[in-house]
């Protein structure tokens, strides 16, 4: 029996273990708790066309128009078609979604034509990892807290990983490792969220792309801890004020359900003009029923949503770009594979659509795992180099600045509105560091972190436009020439290549 690698456990993780259990040896190594991830702090749900109502076109142009024009057609049809048969799935794994009267209880959220959304409460995420995890892990095996150093190549296939415990041999390694979010002093993600694993595939060879396209979630909880309060919200009657009880999102067509993008940006403005931002649901009369998760953080914070708004603040929620993938998940890398947030499918274009990240993670999981079980009845890669080669980070070639330091520069010059100065100005700061040699060790999280956040402000400042989660204040019109234009990291350069299928570059 042939052995895959899942590097990172979250849903897409977990939904391709389950898929490949019994058929593959399949181990799953994640440098945290299993149940550590930004899979299981989802809230909102996921996002399919159930209601009789609806219609997966309708899922398939709000997705579109949320990707400001740049998303894979083709993937986003196929995605969209397939959603309620996913759900179906999840269902018959053990996930009970909220229903009213016998049917799913939709929610709606930002940008949907639709009530669209399934969900369970206010922690969809949790609940469908905590089901996956009881399905998988008596038939898997599993590292918990077992950090991956490096991947391990022979000629130009990958054969295995490194961790600090040893070296590990595979016919397959799927990376499940997640985005980027802790890159920004304000986020919403997992503490794991630190992106070394897009730059350990980088390594090897893997080509990563439209990395300057960072979602901004317009709500995250102001307080001691960094805590989402879910679109659903919105869609269930909240809105935004600032501190006069003004609404800020009044004169757009769909006011606090327009895009994630245009909110995000509308609060920012608002926060430099030194207005303070809330979320209102004192009219919510079951918002503690509805959203028990959100109400008990709040309460925990100090603050009564009945009696008086939410301080929140826009955070850096998900990253549109990553490890450029085909589609069943496969990288420029042979038996390189990449699911979840960590990959780039093109699926959310320029901005994703609310509750479209879990939907997209399942069906990679399931595209992904299928052909796995394909490919693991064919006669294995014959290589006439067989000398195995380490492609691991190495965190000894240069100064590393403090994370808080990083997070904090990211936040204020790479985040919801950029500019050429402060671009430039974060790139020559990146250099400052580069010239000067590591006095000590550093952890591989942080070199991962240091050179993604430079492809990143590297690739914001290249696009001279604004689209979707790519704001210039500079460059404040959408232009046609990058509409058809990507930009690339590959193999230590950087390129802006025309807009194209994966195998269309490879």
């Known amino acids: 029996m042939k052995t895959v690698i899942i590097i990172g456990s979250g849903i897409a993780s977990l939904v391709a273990a389950h898929k490949l259990a019994d058929h593959l040896n399949v181990i799953i190594f994640t440098k945290s708790a299993y149940i550590e ?3 299981a702090s989802a809230q909102g749900g996921i996002a399919a066309a159930l209601d009789k109502e609806d219609h997966p076109i309708y899922h398939f142009q709000d997705t579109l128009h949320a990707g400001k024009g740049v998303n894979d057609e083709w993937l986003v049809k196929s995605i969209t078609e397939k959603a309620s048969y996913l759900i179906h799935e999840l269902e018959e794994m053990g996930v009970s979604f909220d229903k009213q009267d016998g049917y799913y209880a939709l929610g709606r959220e930002g940008a949907h034509q639709k009530s669209r959304i399934v969900h369970v409460k206010d922690q969809t995420g949790k609940t469908i990892v905590e089901t996956l995890w009881e399905r998988v892990a008596p038939r898997v095996t599993v590292y918990e807290h077992a950090e991956v150093t490096g991947l391990i190549k022979k000629g130009s296939v990958v054969t295995g990983i490194c961790t600090l415990e040893g070296e590990w041999q595979a016919d397959f390694v799927v990376m499940a490792t997640g985005g ?16 070394e694993g897009m730059f350990l595939a980088y390594q090897a060879g893997a080509v990563l792309k439209d990395l300057e396209y960072i979602q901004f979630h317009p709500t995250i909880l102001k307080g001691k801890h960094s805590i989402l309060m879910s679109e659903a919200v919105r869609g269930e009657g909240g809105y935004l004020v600032n501190g006069k ?105 320029a901005n994703r659509l609310a509750s479209n990240s879990l939907l997209e993670a399942i069906y990679f999981a399931t595209a992904c795992a299928d052909h796995l079980v394909s490919e693991s009845k064919k006669a294995p890669i014959v290589q006439l180099d067989d000398t195995s080669s380490l492609v691991r ?28 100065q402060e671009l430039h100005e974060m790139l020559e700061w990146f250099d400052v560091y580069r010239r000067q040699p590591a006095s000590c060790k550093q952890s591989t999280e942080d070199k991962g ?58």
């Open 180 to 195: 980027v979010g802790q890159l920004f002093e304000v986020n919403s993600n997992s503490p794991t969220a630190t992106g």
């Open 37 to 39: 991830s930004n899979s």
């Open 393 to 420: 980070i190495d965190p000894q070639e240069h100064l590393l600045p403090k994370r808080e330091e990083l997070q904090q520069r990211m936040m204020h010059q790479v985040g919801i509105k950029r500019s050429q």
């Open 449 to 506: 972190m240091f050179e993604i956040a430079t492809f990143i402000t590297r690739a914001a400042l290249t696009r001279e436009e604004s689209r979707g989660t790519h704001q210039r204040s500079d460059f404040f019109a959408t232009s046609s020439f990058w509409k058809e234009r990507t930009i690339r990291f590959c193999s230590g350069k950087m390129s802006v290549v025309n807009q194209g299928g994966f195998c269309e570059h490879h």
């Open 245 to 349: 009880q003004e609404r800020l999102l009044g004169r757009y067509p769909q006011g606090d359900l327009e895009g994630r993008d245009l909110v995000s940006a509308v609060l920012h403005e608002a926060m430099l003009q030194g207005e303070a931002i809330y979320l209102d649901v004192r009219h919510l009369d079951y918002f503690s029923t509805r959203f028990p998760f959100l109400y008990q953080a709040c309460i925990r914070e100090g603050i009564d949503p009945a009696m008086k708004p939410i301080p929140v603040a826009p955070g850096a929620h998900f990253i549109c770009g990553g490890v450029e993938v085909d589609q069943v998940g496969r990288t420029a890398v042979e038996q390189l594979y990449a699911i979840g947030e960590v990959a780039c499918s093109g699926a959310h274009g």
